[in-house]
């Protein structure tokens, strides 16, 4: 097989889930199909050599396409809603489990995202709907992390604005469940509650605090934590203090002594499986969040 040949494999590898970030953000198919397109043009002028994380590369030049388009006025090509794809749910890191994860939020939620800015729209879209990290969203928009995550916590009180209540307590519940078993080290019942996939990020303040208290019984830390077993060895036996919460109107569990945040795990859910944890320990990063105690 010809390089061309690998590298075009590879694109068509990665194009629903392109596809399905370039529909999120422009509303139309044929303009997702026009965006993707001119991505393979310049990966193919660029050719792979240097990229040393093609999925995220072209996922960036995607957005970066899509954002021009936005920001250059309404050129979308509108198809009806029921033209929109539908595929079965599952979620990332696969590409085309990514794709079918943003597909299955509807195509309802299209009519909300046209009410949000280009910015508002790409944070919210990249973060939210395919669990890009901040500080990889920033970049791309051209700004930092901190107001990446204002801009995609803004975008999710536009768009969960009329969120039926039975969600949120389904969420509380999750999230209550979550804290008993850490609380009381059911390290099995843990397991069943992450999805195998977990991933646990850890901001740098939280690792740094987690090493100087280990003997004081921290857990240790790293900055990114992956798979059930490993996220579950973390919280076992932990969160004594902790309680639900809502972080920048996600679910989450935080530490909040004398009424302060000192701590914050946010949660991403599907189907009442824990699919990801963000822990944030940074007072900045905190003293930016919107928390609501449950």
């Not at 990966?43 to 899509?66: A, E, F, K, Q, Y």
């Not at 995550?149 to 604005?161: I, T």
Request: aromatic share 4%; glycine share 6%; charged share 25%.
């Amino acid at each position: 097989m010809s390089d061309d040949d690998a590298l075009a494999r590879r694109f068509e590898g990665a194009r629903p889930r392109l596809h399905a970030v370039a529909t999120r953000m422009l509303g139309s198919h044929a303009a997702a199909d026009d965006a993707v397109q001119e991505a393979w043009l310049r990966l193919h002028r660029t050719g792979p050599d240097g990229i040393d994380n093609l999925d995220g590369w072209l996922t960036t030049v995607v957005s970066r396409i899509c954002l021009d388009t936005l920001k250059a006025g309404p050129t979308r090509r509108e198809h009806p809603v029921d033209e929109l794809p539908e595929t079965a749910d599952a979620q990332v890191p696969d590409p085309a489990e990514q794709a079918a994860t943003a597909d299955a939020v509807g195509a309802a939620l299209l009519v909300v995202l046209d009410q949000l800015g280009p910015t508002e729209r790409l944070a919210f879209v990249l973060h939210d709907l395919f669990g890009v990290p901040f500080d990889e969203v920033a970049p791309i928009v051209d700004t930092s992390p901190a107001n990446a995550r204002q801009l995609a916590s803004r975008a999710r009180r536009k768009v969960r604005g009329g969120e039926p209540e039975p969600d949120r307590l389904r969420q509380r519940a999750v999230v209550a469940a979550f804290l008993e078993a850490a609380r009381e080290g059911r390290f099995e019942r843990l397991l069943t509650m992450l999805d195998p996939e977990i991933e646990l990020r850890v901001d740098a303040f939280s690792v740094s605090a987690a090493a100087t208290r280990r003997h004081l019984g921290a857990p240790e830390l790293a900055p990114v934590v992956r798979g059930r077993e490993a996220v579950a060895e973390v919280f076992s036996g932990k969160a004594a203090a902790a309680q639900p919460a809502y972080v920048d109107g996600l679910p989450a569990a935080v530490w909040a002594p004398g009424g302060t945040t000192r701590s914050a795990w946010v949660l991403t859910l599907r189907d009442g499986v824990i699919t990801r944890i963000e822990m944030v320990g940074d007072p900045a990063t905190l003293a930016d969040l919107d928390v609501e105690l449950a």
